[in-house]
């Protein structure tokens, strides 16, 4: 109908965009190459989007982006990686108001404080990564003519199955991963992923390397206790794991090639976390040297 078909007085009607909510792996935004997807509501019950239900190879695809981005990132000065998690603080924040909208359909109370929090944890553990081994590592006393020094070193690929809070929990699991120079394979909140992927996108359009932080949507019962048997994989973060008979399933997994594994308590994410997860995944590496003469 064109403009002057239209009955006087009636504005005419726009379509919205509505926004495609894909995976992100290795820097990229496929879709899951299943085909797959499953209806994400409000907490209302209405719907508000169809999410990528990630399969196993999904999974593998995102480790082997964790893995190939792993050597560039570990190798990166710390000061850098700080550089890096203060720009996406920044790229967060710059986007507050469509974050405070999403957290708000998902029934998160004062989303804005929400946010808020969320950028200043990122702030925070930017200012972590070039201090952490100071704390973490030590010049040992030996009986002997040799220095004995023992330094942190990141343990390699890291699973992270989310909490249900997400976003300040999303980014309190992420953020002390790749502080210390690990990379990760994230499954989102099952229940509330759509914040998940609009992080990806501040990740995407930051410095972030691609394959640091890989994010998959969908099940968390399918695809956890895949990763934690997954051999390439070196650690894994039961957080988001509430069913305890998975974690107990995934810790069996892990067991299999010796990865290490959290599986913390109830978690407040609004309080100090603390230097414990900028810990539980790093390795220590002792040297010695014989002192001169």
Sequence with gaps: MSKA????????VRLAVRKTYKLYIGGAFPRSESGRSYVVTSSK????????KASRKDARDAVSAARKAF????GATPYNRGQILYRVAEMLESRRAQFVAELA?????KAGDVVDAAVDRLVWYAGWTDKIASVAGATNPVAGPYFNVSSPEPTGVVAVVAP?????????VIAPVIATGNTCVVIASERAPLPSITLAEVLATSDLPGGVVNILTGSVKEI?????????VNAIDLTGVADPELAVRCEQEAAENLKRVLRPAVTDWSADPGTK??????ETKTVWHPTGV
């Design 5 to 12: 078909e239209r009955p006087s007085g009636r504005e005419p």
């Design 45 to 52: 019950g209405d719907f508000l989007a169809n999410a990528s």
């Design 71 to 74: 050597g560039g990132w570990s």
């Design 105 to 109: 359909e998902t029934g998160t109370k």
């Design 164 to 172: 249900d809070e997400p976003l300040l929990g999303l980014v309190s």
């Design 224 to 232: 956890a206790p895949w990763l934690a048997a997954h051999m390439d």
């Design 277 to 282: 997860r900028l810990t539980a995944f790093l």
